[in-house]
Structure formats: C-alpha cells, structure tokens
Nanobody
Framework: QVQLVESGGGLVEPGGSLRLSCAASGFTFSRYAMSWYRQAPGKERELVAAIPNTGGTTNYLDSVKGRFTISRDNAKNTVYLQIDSLKPEDTAVYYC????????WGQGTQVTVSS
C-alpha cells in the first residue's frame, strides 16, 4: 500500500532553514508527480510546491517562491522540500502527497517558526 513518511520538521527562528524529506513506498515513485502541502491552524490545507515525475518544471505557491525548493531523488524514492528564510506565517503542518487513483497523504511534519 502507498506510504508517505515525512520528517525534518521542527522549531526554527525567523530567517532559519529546514529541509523536509518524504520517503515514499508502495508505488512506482518515478512515475508520479509529487507535491507538498501545508495546513496552518484554522486554515485550509494549501498546495505549496509540486514536482513532476521527471523532476522537471516545478511549481510553487506565490508566497514561497524564491524561498522554498522542491526536489526529488527517484533512486531513493524520496521527495524533499528545502525551506529557507522562514517566516512566522510558514508555521504549519507540512504534508507530502501523491495522486494515484486517489490522493494519498503522509502523517505530516510540524514546522514552527518563532523567536
């Protein structure tokens, strides 16, 4: 079965960086686009970044462009989200996701940006 396991979240001061990882299993990773979403308290889940199966043209939420970078390693079945210049408004649970017949989600990893 499809499994997505995120890691790398934590508490970081404004301006800091984190690298989130998502280890995927249960499907042919290299055939599917992958994406990162986030959900802040009291807000709807929103798409942050997406990357096609080949790792080509990526897409980002406007508010994270230039600060977030999505990448993938198909040999390791892993997708990453490098998040730099963190702001308090980036505080959220971050989820990786794949659309394969239906959308699958990981359990999420908490990112808290606070001084």
């Amino acid at each position: 079965q499809v499994q997505l396991v995120e890691s790398g979240g934590g508490l970081v001061e404004p301006g800091g960086s984190l690298r989130l990882s998502c280890a995927a299993s249960g499907f042919t990773f290299s055939r599917y686009a992958m994406s990162w979403y986030r959900q802040a308290p009291g807000k709807e889940r929103e798409l942050v970044a997406a990357i096609p199966n080949t790792g080509g043209t990526t897409n980002y939420l406007d508010s994270v462009k230039g600060r977030f970078t999505i990448s993938r390693d198909n040999a390791k079945n892993t997708v990453y989200l490098q998040i730099d210049s963190l702001k308090p408004e980036d505080t959220a649970v971050y989820y990786c996701s794949v659309l394969r017949v239906r959308r699958y989600w990981g359990q999420g990893t908490q990112v808290t940006v606070s001084s």
